[in-house]
């Protein structure tokens, strides 16, 4: 059977690595990019909830690594994983993260804040070091680092998740300086995207959240697909450093 006649998209030759992708918007952008014809490397901390994802998006273009993001050693085999199953790993896709507490910043316990920039920081950078010493130096590709709207402004009640995301911002401008010409860097900030992780924002008042936004809806896993897959795509050659907000034109709402 080929390809076709399977139904599956011709393989495009191009390898990525995606973080925090078991479900939502790590998910959302693996199946957009094997829905073009890119094999997947996904990870996560649940091995059953990886399995499930990997069989659902195509077990034979997706493989799946369970580990903490922030485990030097998970990092390590992640992308060795990658090397030995598809033998390249052309783009990395830095969407684990974690928002474990919500109150006043002025109360905030520094053990949590530590782990906040650990898992949401971090390990980012451990990721992008090591897909490019084992790909990307010597063949190039490109890095999206799933950011937030909570790193561009205030962002009462989840401090430390806003400064790690402001951080991440940096990290991309940072990243895109270094590994420049052969590497693009470069990020997206959602507003709430409907995910289990999100869900303490907009449950039982999805109505109410919604209605801030011009769009007249809360984003969903698939709008930040679209988005990273024309990142990690030619059609963004061009592009590098830049932030991109996908916020369903919230940030209108800011002008006088």
Known sequence: ??????????????????????????????EAL????????????????????????????????????HDEAHQAVAVERAMEAFGRVDYLVNNAGTNPVFGPIADLDLGVARKVFETNVVSALGFAQRTWHAWQKDNGGAIVNIASIAGLAP??????????????????????????????VN???????KTKFAAALYE?????????????????????GGAAAFLLSDASGWITGQTLVVDGGLFLNAGV
Do not use: C, W
């Not at 990020?187 to 995207?193: D, G, K, Q, T």
């Open 34 to 69: 094997v829905a073009r014809g890119d094999r997947v490397v996904i990870t996560g901390r649940n091995e059953d909830a990886l399995k499930e994802a990997a069989e659902k998006l195509g077990a034979d273009r997706v493989i799946g690594v369970a580990g903490k993001a």
């Open 187 to 193: 990020s997206i900030a959602p507003a709430v995207i």
């Open 1 to 30: 059977m080929t390809e076709q006649d399977s139904g599956l998209p011709e393989l495009t030759g191009k390898v990525a690595l995606v973080t925090g992708a078991s479900r939502g918007i790590g998910y959302g952008i693996a």
């Open 204 to 224: 039982n008042r999805e109505e109410e959240a919604a209605a801030a936004y011009p769009m007249a809806r809360l984003g969903v896993p698939e709008d930040i």
């Open 155 to 184: 962002s009462p009640f989840i401090g430390a998740y806003g400064m790690s995301k402001a951080a991440m911002v940096n990290l991309t401008l940072q990243l895109a300086h270094e590994f420049a010409p052969v590497v693009r």
